[in-house]
């Protein structure tokens, strides 16, 4: 199992800044996390990717969000940040952390954090 706690979320005018952390921990069967994610998902929206960080350190991010956001990790401890700037009113979303948790066996399984609000006031 890998389980998630994010933080980070809350209230900000258009053009400030949040930093969003997750941090992933690993018990039973899963020994290593390879790629971890941050997806939001907006009201009546899909879930969508916003950047992402595999254990290498390289990244994605999603078109909407380049040059305004910045995506880390620690993988001493397991934790990525991703560092919001300039943010705009369609940046208000709920967004979840996803780590991918791979079994000592090879299986790779997905894991979902509970999802922090965040919300851009115009």
């Known amino acids: 199992q890998v389980q998630l706690v994010e933080s980070g979320g809350g209230l900000v005018q258009a053009g400030g800044s949040l930093r969003l952390s997750c941090t992933a921990s690993?018990?039973?069967?899963?020994?290593?996390?390879?790629?971890m994610g941050w997806y939001r998902q907006a009201p009546g929206q899909q879930r969508d990717l916003v950047a992402s960080?595999?254990?290498?350190?390289?990244?994605n991010y999603a078109d909407s969000v380049k040059g305004r956001v910045t995506v880390s990790r620690d993988n001493t401890n397991n934790t990525m940040y991703l560092q919001m700037n300039s943010l705009k009113p369609e940046d208000t979303a709920v967004y979840y952390c996803?780590?991918?948790?791979?079994?000592?066996?090879?299986?790779?399984?997905?894991?979902w954090g509970q999802g922090t609000q965040v919300t851009v006031s115009s």
């Open positions: 960080v595999i254990s290498g350190g390289a990244t």
């Open positions: 690993m018990s039973g069967n899963i020994n290593k996390i390879t790629r």
């Open positions: 996803s780590a991918r948790g791979v079994h000592y066996r090879g299986y790779e399984y997905d894991y």
